[in-house]
């Protein structure tokens, strides 16, 4: 007999049967003497047979100590339990397999351990922590949510001992890592960026049922709570109010997104390492998916390769082709707007990390944490908040950037397969209100103009949407010209807005919060 | 993007327009016929490999318009549906000469 907080582990040998089930009773009975409402553990590594008589010795016990379990079952009594119904009345734990990882080859590797590949079809993650058992059965529980909610994943079947430490086993046939495919198969880059992106997506778009796991918000938040005492007090206030001001999110993050827990097991794609799970804002993954990708390895190139088994130029155009095709555009200065809040929260996070590491205490990890700081003020200073939407695009109200306007609404139009017609009629009404707005809204003076594009579905609809903080003017208020007048008769000019009415389906204008807002909309059937 | 290609022949300008008429390119073609027209009695614009025009080409056009009025004509060959839907909309087709 045992004791450890205030749980009194009594250890089963041998048979219990009809033979001896009084006898061992009544060991139990005065072991356990003066010892009411402690909980009990009957530690059972060295039964092996119980029979009804050993089971009603149980039951028995339980009616006294409501608390007990049953620890280190081998199967055959666990078997037994099974049959009979105790595994539901109690906790009944199996005594876990005996795994060895020497000489398997290692196929990934996250924040809370390594995953080795043992045979054929299976893989075991061995936890770095050596008392891993409640994050093992946390990692079950958040990857079963996953799969229940539409995530294929890959469930743990057994709890294993791999020297020291705890694994959970995972059936995995034939599969390759992302990281392993784009290292082996370069021609399929695109493809991976691809099917990444899909996974990404559709984990976002994947509603958690309230309390079902952590707000990454809260973790964020202490992040930029603890930089408070290491940057100068304006920034630190800053950083915890970008945060602060991010709106909750109940859509599922992974939190550890990068391409050695995504794996191809035949034609399917399978998300795993799924003990980083929460909710929250995609920012909060892509600022990890940052991390994965350059900041980690930003200062020494040689880190990504070590980890992923990529170099680092293929794991930036992994990065920026995830990024783009995640936004649905190739348009540079979006995806430098989102990458720069990613950077944000990203450097936060190394910084901690290196700090509660002891980094402070070293030269070189001192030089390290300096440069984020560095980096990290300069977007403080520009950043106002840490949100996007991948269908806005802020740019200065000037001529020469038409173009850029233009093939951003583009490239919504395409992806939602607007006819070529339609696709010329929204893209001269885009160039007469862009234009107006840079011909009238700062002049003579210089401002921002944001242009943001919604595709709805059933029925297709396409609004864009014009948005700035000039002087209020509704072009709208124009008469129409006289489009009837001959030739010396029309003045040259005043047709832009005219065109836009009447090629768009429905073109509104308000002004509100100190912003005109001009909406375009055009059925596309 | 827009590309100009012009020929003489005596009095007759032939200018071959392709890609877009837009507020980028509409000043380019307003100098290119402002350095060209004196003389010009008959001016020929070959839109077959126009794309794409807004207003700001309309107002090359309109203007162009009223200065060969004077002088001789204009006229506008090849323009394919999504043009010619603009200046359907704006009555371009009523005041410009179109082949």
Redesign the interface.
């Known amino acids: 007999m045992t004791e450890m907080n205030n749980e009194v582990t009594i250890a089963l040998k041998g048979r219990i049967d009809s033979n001896n089930a009084a006898k061992v009773e009544e060991e139990i009975r005065t072991q356990l003497e003066g010892k009411n409402g402690a909980s009990v553990c009957l530690n059972a590594a060295d039964l092996q047979y119980i029979s009804s008589a050993g089971l009603r010795v149980i039951l028995r016990l339980k009616k006294n100590y409501p608390d007990l379990r049953i620890s280190e079952v081998c199967s055959e009594v666990y078997e037994i339990l099974d049959m009979t119904g105790f595994t539901e009345m109690m906790t009944v734990e199996k005594a876990y397999r005996v795994v060895s990882v020497e000489g398997c080859e290692e196929i990934g590797r996250g924040a809370n351990g390594t995953i080795y590949r043992i045979d054929q079809d299976n893989v075991v993650k061995v936890y770095n922590n050596a008392d891993a058992l409640d994050d093992i059965r946390h990692e079950r529980e958040t990857a079963k949510l996953a799969l229940i909610l539409g995530i294929p994943t890959a469930i743990s079947y057994d709890i294993v001992r791999v020297n020291d430490s705890y694994g959970s086993v995972f059936e995995l046939l034939n599969a390759s890592s992302f990281s392993k495919i784009i290292s082996t198969q370069p021609e399929k880059l695109d493809w991976c960026i691809k099917e990444y992106v899909r996974m990404l997506k559709k984990i976002h778009s994947t509603e958690v049922p309230a309390g079902k796991l952590p707000d990454m918000k809260e973790t964020v938040l202490s992040w930029a709570q603890f930089m408070k005492d290491w940057l100068p007090e304006e920034a630190g206030n800053k950083l915890v109010k970008l945060v602060e001001d991010v709106p909750h999110n109940d859509h599922m993050i992974h939190g550890d997104y990068h391409t050695k827990n995504l794996e191809l097991q035949n034609d399917e794609v399978l998300l795993i390492d799924m003990d980083t799970l929460a909710v929250g804002d995609p920012i909060f993954e892509l600022a990890s998916m940052y991390n994965a990708f350059v900041g980690f390895s930003e200062l020494d190139h040689s880190i990504i390769k070590e980890f992923q088994g990529f170099d680092w130029d293929t794991a930036q155009k992994f990065w920026h082709g995830a990024l783009a095709e995640y936004l649905g555009t190739e348009n540079k200065r979006k995806i430098k707007e989102v990458e720069d809040k990613a950077r944000i929260i990203g450097y936060t996070r190394l910084i901690r990390r290196s700090i509660r590491r002891g980094g402070m205490d070293n030269e070189k990890e001192r030089q390290k944490i300096e440069h984020w700081k560095k980096e990290l003020l300069e977007l403080l200073e520009t950043t106002e908040k840490l949100t996007f939407h991948p269908n806005e695009l802020e740019l200065e109200a000037d001529?020469?950037n038409?173009?850029e306007v233009q093939a951003f609404v583009g490239e919504h139009l395409d992806a939602a397969d607007c006819p070529?017609?339609a696709r010329?009629?929204i893209?001269?009404a885009v160039?007469?209100i862009f234009?107006n707005i840079v011909s009238y809204a700062y002049s003579p003076e210089k401002g921002n103009a944001v242009v943001r594009v919604e595709v709805s579905e059933d029925p297709v609809n396409v609004i864009i949407t014009f948005l700035d903080h000039g002087i209020p003017y509704d072009p709208l208020k124009r008469d129409d010209?006289d489009?009837?007048?001959?030739?010396?008769e029309?003045p040259?000019?005043g047709?832009?807005i005219?065109?836009a009415k009447?090629?768009m389906d429905d073109v509104t204008y308000e002004y509100k919060d100190g912003q005109n807002i001009l909406e375009l909309k055009k059925n596309l059937k | 993007m827009l590309n100009i290609t012009k020929t003489m022949d005596g009095s007759k300008a032939v200018y071959n327009l392709e890609g877009r008429l837009d507020t980028i390119t509409a000043p380019d073609l307003e100098k290119s016929l402002g350095d060209e027209l004196g003389g010009v009695k008959e001016l020929v614009l070959d839109m077959e490999k126009l794309e794409y025009i807004s207003s700001a080409g309309l107002r090359v056009l309109l203007s162009t318009q009223k200065v060969m009025a004077k002088q001789g004509e204009m006229k506008l060959i090849h323009v394919n549906d999504v043009v010619m839907e603009i200046f359907e909309v704006t009555g371009f087709t009523d005041i410009l000469t179109i082949e």
Request: glycine fraction near 6%.
């Open positions: 001529a020469d038409l173009e070529p017609r010329m009629q893209d001269v160039e007469e234009i010209p489009v009837t007048l001959a030739a010396d029309r040259v000019g047709l832009g005219f065109i009447t090629v």
